[in-house]
């Protein structure tokens, strides 16, 4: 891939994502969800569950486009290092803000959250993509895959033993108690699904976009790319499976090895359609075609990460703001917004939707407007 060149597909397949998540994460009515739009009770996984996991993909791919081709290139290395943890600082930085939004309560507030674990992978996969080599890098993920493992089958877990992975009562979770006791996830108190453990194999996550973005880089065409790319998506499919079946279940909250086999699996896949369509296929009219359906995308991936706080801070106005009826009862905003599609005859589970699709539309006015004034947010 040439130096200047930027891929179409992989501000699309952000795009996608972001739009994905600002859809599950606003729906009208909690209780009333479409199974793939909710995530996974425990075990087991659902569209819902990829989304995550998709962003620090990408995020991998990424990395090994600018931070490892830097590396790569002979630029100082404790420099880019510097860059990148003063970037993850930042995200961290606002997702704990975010977390403190609306009652600014230290002594309760949760510490772990999705960009924090964003900030971190990116922290600690950036000074495996700039010293060593893919090889070493896929050794990484394999022995960061192996120290997870090991220490959630057979560490045990006092008063309650090894290898149970139950809610709160996982290894990862006992750490959690110890070091973040309340400061984590409100809904359980007991762990977190972005807790400190469960870290380790999310960057493996990113990785393997790292390992992805490498291969973009080699000397292969592009529909070698795009066809080794898909059978690697593939292949972490099976694995995800197989390891499901034998070491750990797939699970989103843990973070299991399994799980994240998967969600790369699935990632490679996804990456590999966006990547042919719009970058690689041979004739131009099916290109342009495609770039016409996925500008939408595009125009949200290219302030990603600021459409997904800006919506997390949106949607704790839409709850925090309250109006006094005339029966003396408060009713949130987002409850007022709520009412007339709820009044609609489409039944609970679609009105949930509509109003979710219709945040997702404000939101996409916003990345529209920014695109249109070419502000693009740089984390």
């Excluded at 399994?258 to 969600?263: D, H, K, Q, W």
């Excluded at 408060?330 to 709820?342: C, H, N």
Aim: a positive charge.
């Amino acid at each position: 891939m040439a130096a200047q060149e930027r891929l179409l597909s992989l501000d699309a397949f952000r795009g996608f994502t972001i739009a994905a998540m600002v859809l599950v994460n606003n729906p009208g009515d909690w209780s009333k969800l479409y199974a793939q739009l909710a995530h996974a009770q425990w075990h087991g996984w659902t569209f819902t569950d990829l989304i995550f996991p998709f962003f620090l993909f990408i995020g991998g791919v990424s990395m090994a486009l600018s931070l490892g081709r830097l590396a790569d290139a002979g630029a100082d290395k404790p420099a880019l290092l510097i860059k990148l943890a003063k970037r993850a600082a930042l995200i961290f930085l606002i997702g704990f803000l975010l977390n403190l939004i609306p009652k600014f309560d230290f002594e309760t507030v949760r510490i772990p959250g999705v960009l924090q674990r964003i900030a971190l992978c990116t922290l600690l996969a950036a000074p495996i993509v700039v010293y060593f080599s893919w090889r070493a890098q896929l050794a990484w993920i394999a022995g960061l895959y192996a120290l997870y493992s090991v220490a959630m089958l057979w560490v045990p877990v006092p008063g309650i033993g090894a290898g149970v992975l139950e809610p709160g009562k996982d290894f990862g979770a006992y750490l959690d108690r110890m070091v973040l006791d309340g400061h984590m996830w409100v809904q359980s108190k007991t762990w977190d699904p972005e807790g400190m453990f469960s870290t380790i194999p999310a960057v493996c996550s990113q990785l393997l976009g790292v390992l992805a973005g490498r291969f973009l880089l080699s000397r292969h065409s592009h529909t070698e790319q795009t066809v080794w790319m898909l059978l690697a998506g593939l292949v972490l499919l099976a694995l995800g499976s197989i390891f499901d079946a034998i070491l750990m279940p797939i699970n989103k909250s843990l973070w299991t090895p399994s799980y994240s086999m998967l969600a790369a699996g699935w990632g490679l896949v996804g990456f590999s359609a966006f990547y042919w369509m719009l970058d690689v296929n041979p004739h131009a009219a099916v290109r342009e075609a495609a770039a016409r359906w996925s500008k939408p995308f595009v125009i949200y991936g290219m302030n990603a990460l600021f459409i997904f706080a800006f919506s997390g801070l949106v949607a704790k106005m839409f709850g925090f703001i309250k109006f006094t009826q005339p029966d003396g009862s408060l009713v949130s905003l987002g409850k007022t917004l709520y009412a007339p599609i709820r009044a609609l005859p489409l039944g609970p589970v679609n009105t949930s939707l509509l109003y979710a699709l219709l945040f997702n539309a404000f939101m996409f006015s916003i990345a529209w407007f920014m695109w249109r004034k070419k502000w693009f947010v740089k984390v």
